[in-house]
């Protein structure tokens, strides 16, 4: 595997990562408190850094170390996750997820938004209130964690002739072990490689994460340490030697050091007796001893309390020199305090086990291999049914045994594609999360409070879907968020929240995913939207239309309700959009809104692009295909249950209701003249937007699953077809696009309606 393939790797996992922190953050927004919310959220920040050190990503590098410096004060309960806090992080994430995205396909960040994110960052780590939070003055930094137990009293030695102040510090003690039980002790050689630092890691925060696992005693070794005037501030040049007494064993220690495996050189093994405190006295590795205390990460250090008695410290100058640059890089880390060290442990072996649990159970498959495999499972099914048909014309025996294999045969066939459709399913969540953030960056352009809930996440549809969802959700967010709600202080005037609510939402239903997208604005002006389709000759001025009618009129090229053009809308881009891109899936939209509560957007689409249940009919001599998900129920029309009305159209009584009838033939123009309903069958189907209608077919040959073949990419889009497939006996046959087919049927050619989703 070459380096790049690495990278791409690397590249895909950041986008899961990317997806949990902003998880993760949700979650706090929304008053979660779990240790393991907060953890989620540190590790994939950490990850993200680690990876991005690998490949020399600075940028990423250095907005992620500062990102994950503040997360672990949110950890370390030195921070308290307030909504203020919280959307900063949540800019932060976004700004994470721009730096990863340039470093992958190119392109530039924001600089100035980035270097305003990084103050924000600092400052809520050094205990200061967000710039735009107008909140009660910020507690004191020394009252965030309770009162630890007092550092021992150390004392200072006086500045050396080189201008260092050495500052000896060690690893302060921690809950010990019941006196019965053997807890087995790890010996640790960790040789840092020179570039350690320039990848993103630091040796002194693996030290404290290692430290968090149990007793520990730590000795450097620093004979590589260079004079001076050849030191090179950004490499490494100490070893360290640790023993470390903990019940994560061997795989528990390894995991502190997993992003910086390949930085270093790493030795870890189980010694069979305690020898913390013993290995000061091993020969093999001199070592220079550097005890020092946790409570040194914390800020103001051991002499923030109060002055220090100073003391002798022994080693010579290079010895003092290296004490206090690791002094001072540890100093500089936002760091957990000495008491929370046995509950993070336990937090990160509960989430290093889920992961591990999780590796297993998953694999990462190029999606083209996907499409491939379902390609030939396609052609399996065509096959599959002209052997069928074959066997079928040419032996009357039904019951031979060639019949009996091709049935077992159509139903493992059936199973493969179900299973492999089954592999291309994904959750809507991906998306659903992407719109988080179009929520915010469009609240904080309109000013308004907006607070988006998500339902059904885990609904799962066919990739392909998937993604060609986001932009149409992207403009119904931006329509819901611009038009639909109120400024916070016309809501509280109403009696509202002042905060806005934007509600996604996905479920199954009848064979398909709809996804309602609702708010609780101001709904849909109607004298409004009425009057600006006159002002643009869309509609006459004495045209009586329905609610639903003028609500539809959105949708329409060009049109938009704004009163002036600005970054969000009035160019009469957007609704248009949503409506053709929805009809390309194969879907449909409709609109409800209530006047001061708010509008509600559906949109019913097929779960896959790929199959289809249809029921195969003839209509004029022609084959066609009508999607069994659009079908109520089937009938045979009887003469004494036909009325006319009008001049040309028929209704057809059905259960004490009336329903049009709606001859195929004639509006696809496959006859000139109406057919007689009696000679022919009647499909209810049930349109968006459209209601119930009854369409006349000549016959139906039968109930199948059909592999759908697009006809504008193999030929061009015809008016009232969506797609086409192939039969049995190997002819081509038309999927009908019921939507357009009851669009016609309503007075509407179907060139008409199709020029009118088109254009824009």
Known sequence: MDMNEIKEIFFQECEEQLAELESGLLKLNDGDRDPETVNAVFRAVHSIKGGAGAFGLDDLVSFAHVF?????????????????VLKVMLKSADVLADLTNAARDGGSVDEARSRTLIRELEALAHGEAPAAAEAPAPKPAAAAPKAAAPAPVVEKPPVNDEGFQPIPFSFGDFDEEPADRYV???????????????????????????????????????????????MNPEEAYFSWKISVTTDKGEDGVRSVFEFAEWDCDL???????????????????????????????????????????????????????????????????ASRAAENAKAAASAAGAAQAN??????????????????????????????????????????????????GLEELQQLTREIQDSVMAIRAQPVKPVFQRMARTVREIADITGKSVRLITEGENTEVDKT???KLAEPLTHMIRNAVDHGLEMPEKREALGKNPEGTVRLTAKHRSGRIVIELADDGAGINREKVRQKAIDNDLIAADANLSDEEIDNLIFHAGFSTADKVSDL???????????????????????SSKPGQGSVFTMS????????????????????????????????????????????????????????????????????????????????????????????????????????????????????????????????????????????????????????????
């Open 68 to 84: 994950e410096t503040t997360l672990d004060c949110v950890r370390s309960n030195k921070l308290e996750p307030t909504q203020d």
């Open 267 to 333: 030795d870890i093994h189980t010694i069979e007796e305690d020898v913390v405190g013993e290995a000061s006295d091993d020969e093999e590795l001199p070592m220079q001893p550097v005890p020092f205390d946790l409570s040194m990460l914390d800020e103001g250090g051991p002499s923030a309390g109060g002055e220090e008695e100073p003391t002798a410290v022994e080693g010579d100058a290079a010895a003092a020199v290296a004490a206090a640059e690791t002094a001072t890089k540890v100093s500089q880390a």
């Open 569 to 591: 809308s009035g160019r009469g881009v957007g609704m248009d959009v949503v409506k053709r891109s929805i009809q390309a899936l194969g879907g449909r939209i409709s609109i």
């Open 355 to 404: 992961q591990a649990a999780a590796a297993g159970q998953t694999i990462r498959v190029d999606l083209d291999r996907v499409d491939r495999l379902i390609n030939l499972v396609g052609e399996l099914v065509i096959n599959q049914a002209m052997l069928s048909q074959s066997v079928v014309e040419n032996d009357n025996n039904g019951a031979s045994s060639i019949n009996m």
């Open 465 to 467: 879907v998937i993604d």
């Open 605 to 760: 689409l097929p779960l896959t692009l790929a199959v289809l249940d249809g029921m195969v009919v003839t209509v004029a001599g022609q084959t066609l295909v009508v999607p069994l998900t659009a079908i109520v129920e089937t009938l045979q029309p009887e003469a004494s249950a036909i009325h006319s009305f009008g001049a040309s159209q028929r209704l057809i009584s059905i259960r004490n209701s009336f329903c049009p009838l709606v001859d195929v033939g004639r509006i696809l123009n496959f006859r000139t003249i109406q057919a007689n309903p009696i000679e022919g069958v009647a499909l209810l189907v049930e349109s968006e937007g459209g209601g119930q209608r009854a369409l006349m077919v000549d016959a139906i040959q039968g109930q199948r699953q059909v592999v759908i073949k697009s006809l504008e990419a193999n030929y061009t889009h015809v008016p009232g077809i969506a797609a086409a497939t192939i039969l049995g006996d190997g002819r081509v046959a038309l999927i009908l696009d019921v939507d357009a087919v009851v669009a016609a049927s309503r007075g509407q050619s179907l060139k008409q309606d199709i020029s009118l989703a088109a254009t824009g």
């Open 184 to 230: 087995p002790t790890c010996q640790v050689v960790f040789k840092p490689k020179k570039d350690l630092y320039a990848k993103g890691n630091e040796a002194v925060l693996l030290l404290r994460d290692v430290s968090r696992l149990g007793e520990m005693s730590v000795y450097c070794d620093m004979d590589s340490l260079p004079p001076l005037d050849k």
